[in-house]
């Protein structure tokens, strides 16, 4: 079982749709939390910091679980320069990734 | 800004030969990571490093090594490149409150 899993997408959806991706993780030492963003032929970039009181950055709202293991992303109002792959993040002394939920928001 | 740099972007390398991918940040950086990604496998840790001279094992370090002499270089080594070691590979650097920058990444062809 791989320490992190996503929803494996792909997801397509209309511009200005509401969209939610999952993630659950395995171990429970974990200590943070992360989204990360990727877009074709690019490196990753830190999206947002996920903390267990919940957080939110504009459009985007990040929820953590810790009894459940389980993390989750909103992004409301999608425009068509959301669409990239999302990366789930989990840290301890290393940090372990998702393999990425890919989102194509369409006109 | 944090920079994070690779010394290639594109490397075509034969079977066998030996592989030096180099990364340098620039922000004094204590972590540093080497990861490869691979289409629906996601990114996979093959090594990390905590301080100078110090490593420690990702979850694929099998066919690879490293080395960290200087606190802002983290080099990765294929001693003996293989087929499947064909992959997109990419260092990162970690702050104190555990953001991770990417360097943009070295497309490695192994034939």
């Known amino acids: 079982r791989k320490e992190v899993e996503q929803d494996p997408g792909p997801f397509n959806v209309p511009e200005g749709a509401t969209v939610a991706f999952n993630c659950t993780y395995s171990?429970?030492?974990?200590?943070?939390f992360f989204w990360y963003r990727q877009d074709c032929r690019k490196e990753p970039k830190l999206l947002m910091s996920v903390y267990s009181s919940g957080n939110e950055d504009g459009r985007f709202t990040a929820q953590l679980n810790r009894a459940s293991q389980y993390i989750s992303l909103l992004i409301r109002d999608s425009k068509l320069s959301d669409s990239a792959t999302y990366l789930c993040v989990v840290a301890r002394n290393d940090m372990r990734f998702g393999a990425g939920t890919r989102l194509t928001v369409k006109p | 800004d944090v920079k994070v740099t690779q010394s290639s972007r594109y490397l075509v390398k034969r079977t066998g030969e030996k592989v030096f991918l180099e990364c340098v940040q620039d922000m004094d950086h204590e972590n540093m990571f080497w990861y490869r990604q691979d289409p629906g496998l996601g990114l996979r840790l093959i090594y990390f490093?905590?301080?100078?001279?110090?490593?420690e094992k990702g979850d694929i370090p099998e066919g690879y090594s490293v080395s960290r002499e200087k606190k802002e270089r983290f080099s990765l080594i294929l001693e003996s490149a293989s087929t499947n070691q064909t992959s997109m590979y990419l260092c990162?650097?970690?702050?104190?409150?555990?953001?991770?920058?990417f360097g943009p990444g070295t497309r490695l062809t192994v034939l």
């Open positions: 171990n429970s030492a974990s200590q943070s």
């Open positions: 490093s905590y301080d100078v001279k110090m490593k």
């Open positions: 990162a650097s970690r702050t104190g409150n555990n953001e991770q920058f």
